[in-house]
């Protein structure tokens, strides 16, 4: 069994962690969705340096789930909640945020909205200068996602989600996400635009590609990200992507000692 080593300060952190010194801190709910388009390639953003986590690696859009993501006043259209907490095997509100959350942080850090005026339509153009005060609106949280999707007339399209994978950050790291994946279509007529904010830098790539660029040193990427880039390289075609049978199952990094190091295994 080889896993990745761990610098001295997480090692101590973990040995603590071990020890029954040091307790982990919660993992917060997240959702993430790996936005697609066909080649296929999907959209990475890479985290400025300068960020407490994950900086300077190659991500997908996503975040935190917000609070008020788990309002009933949020417009939905396609799988309920209760559907969503099926696959995840999540409660339902917490399954409410987390669709809620994949699609508002998808706008916030790509422009690309999943909702539309009904069940069967999804917005074609998000690029106007009204569409970017509304975004930064629901960035401030002056604006929440319910009163956004109210005031536009818009109802949110879960069924534009495919559920895809479920990682908990590791116990020895400060700040710890519990994050659904979801893969989504690049809605005819919308494109990803580079929206600055917690990204430096964004880029389309096919998954292969950057996955060879990691292996390569060229770009970071963090085991959740390098695990589904290398499942979706197996894909020939975004058909392929939506077609694939996905059995969610949770992944939670250990640690385990190895010949007085301390390494971080995904098995």
Same mark, same amino acid.
């Given at each position: 069994?080889?896993?990745?080593?761990?610098?001295?300060?997480?090692? #101590?952190?973990?040995?603590?962690?071990?020890?029954?010194?040091?307790?982990?801190?919660? !993992?917060?709910?997240? *959702?993430?969705?790996?936005?697609?388009?066909?080649?296929? #390639?999907?959209?990475?953003?890479?985290?400025?340096?300068?960020?407490?986590?994950?900086?300077?690696?190659?991500?997908?859009? @996503?975040?935190?789930?917000?609070?008020?993501? %788990?309002?009933? !006043?949020?417009?939905?259209? @396609?799988?309920?909640?209760?559907?969503?907490?099926?696959?995840?095997? &999540? #409660?339902?509100?917490?399954?409410?945020?987390?669709?809620?959350?994949?699609?508002?942080?998808?706008?916030? #850090?790509?422009?690309?909205?999943?909702?539309?005026?009904?069940?069967?339509?999804?917005?074609?153009? %998000?690029?106007?200068?009204?569409?970017?005060?509304?975004?930064?609106?629901? +960035?401030?949280?002056?604006?929440?996602?319910?009163?956004?999707?109210?005031?536009?007339?818009? $109802?949110?399209?879960?069924?534009?989600?495919?559920?895809?994978?479920?990682? +908990?950050?590791?116990?020895?790291?400060? /700040?710890?996400?519990? %994050?659904?994946?979801?893969?989504?279509?690049?809605?005819?007529?919308?494109?990803?635009?580079? $929206? @600055?904010?917690?990204?430096?830098?964004?880029?389309?790539?096919?998954? !292969?590609? &950057?996955?060879?660029? *990691?292996?390569?040193?060229?770009?970071?990427?963090?085991?959740?990200?390098?695990? %589904?880039?290398?499942?979706?390289?197996?894909?020939?075609?975004?058909?392929?992507?939506?077609?694939? /049978?996905?059995?969610?199952?949770? +992944?939670?990094?250990?640690? $385990?000692?190895?010949?007085?190091?301390?390494?971080?295994?995904?098995?």
């Amino acid at each position: 069994m080889t896993g990745l080593q761990l610098p001295d300060e997480l090692a #101590e952190r973990a040995r603590d962690i071990l020890a029954g010194r040091v307790q982990p801190v919660p !993992a917060r709910d997240a *959702a993430t969705v790996v936005i697609l388009r066909e080649g296929p #390639e999907v959209y990475l953003l890479r985290r400025k340096a300068t960020m407490a986590f994950a900086a300077g690696a190659y991500v997908f859009p @996503g975040g935190s789930v917000d609070p008020r993501d %788990t309002d009933h !006043a949020v417009a939905w259209a @396609g799988p309920s909640p209760a559907d969503w907490g099926a696959v995840f095997g &999540a #409660e339902e509100g917490v399954a409410r945020g987390l669709v809620c959350a994949a699609v508002r942080e998808t706008f916030e #850090e790509s422009g690309v909205l999943l909702a539309g005026p009904g069940p069967d339509s999804v917005v074609d153009d %998000t690029t106007g200068d009204d569409w970017e005060a509304d975004r930064l609106a629901l +960035i401030d949280r002056s604006l929440s996602f319910a009163d956004f999707l109210a005031k536009r007339g818009l $109802v949110l399209r879960s069924d534009l989600l495919k559920p895809w994978a479920h990682w +908990i950050t590791p116990e020895i790291e400060t /700040r710890r996400f519990d %994050t659904r994946f979801f893969t989504a279509v690049l809605p005819e007529g919308q494109r990803t635009r580079d $929206v @600055g904010g917690e990204a430096d830098q964004v880029a389309w790539k096919r998954p !292969a590609d &950057a996955v060879e660029l *990691a292996h390569e040193g060229k770009i970071f990427l963090m085991p959740p990200t390098y695990r %589904t880039l290398t499942e979706l390289a197996a894909c020939d075609s975004v058909a392929d992507v939506l077609a694939a /049978r996905r059995e969610i199952v949770t +992944i939670l990094p250990r640690v $385990v000692e190895v010949d007085g190091e301390f390494q971080l295994v995904t098995t």
